[in-house]
């Protein structure tokens, strides 16, 4: 059975960090693009970032860049999503999925097979 988990969200003051977690099972990752999305209250969902785990290429929403970094872990199938210097407008639901084979930038949500349940992030001070 496929299985998307993330953890990792919770409760972080402006300019703090978070690492989330996205836990598969039921598949390798190797031959698998993880993304990263995210919702705020409001709007649609979004892409956030992700990953080619066949040859590790990653792309990041320009919102994001310098700030978040997407890595897989192979041994523990699972792919992280650090994000350092925390905007408040970074409070969000954030999601992983996965869609079998390589992605050359961040595809649209449909393109993906499964999702996990989603973590919350919350940046306020």
């Known amino acids: 059975q496929v299985q998307l988990v993330e953890s990792g969200g919770g409760l972080v003051q402006p300019g703090g960090s978070l690492r989330l977690s996205c836990a598969a099972s039921?598949?390798?990752?190797?031959?698998?693009?993880i993304g990263w999305f995210r919702r705020a209250p409001g709007k649609e969902r979004e892409g956030v970032s992700c990953i080619s785990n066949s040859d590790y290429s990653t792309y990041y929403a320009d919102s994001v860049k310098g700030r978040f970094t997407i890595s897989t872990d192979n041994a523990k199938n699972t792919v992280y999503l650090q994000m350092n210097s925390l905007k408040p407008e970074d409070t969000a639901v954030y999601y992983c999925?996965?869609?079998?084979?390589?992605?050359?930038?961040?595809?649209?949500?449909?393109?993906?097979?499964?999702w996990g349940q989603g973590t919350q992030v919350t940046v306020s001070s």
């Open positions: 999925a996965a869609v079998l084979g390589v992605v050359a930038g961040l595809v649209p949500r449909e393109e993906y097979e499964w």
């Open positions: 039921g598949f390798t990752l190797e031959n698998y693009a």
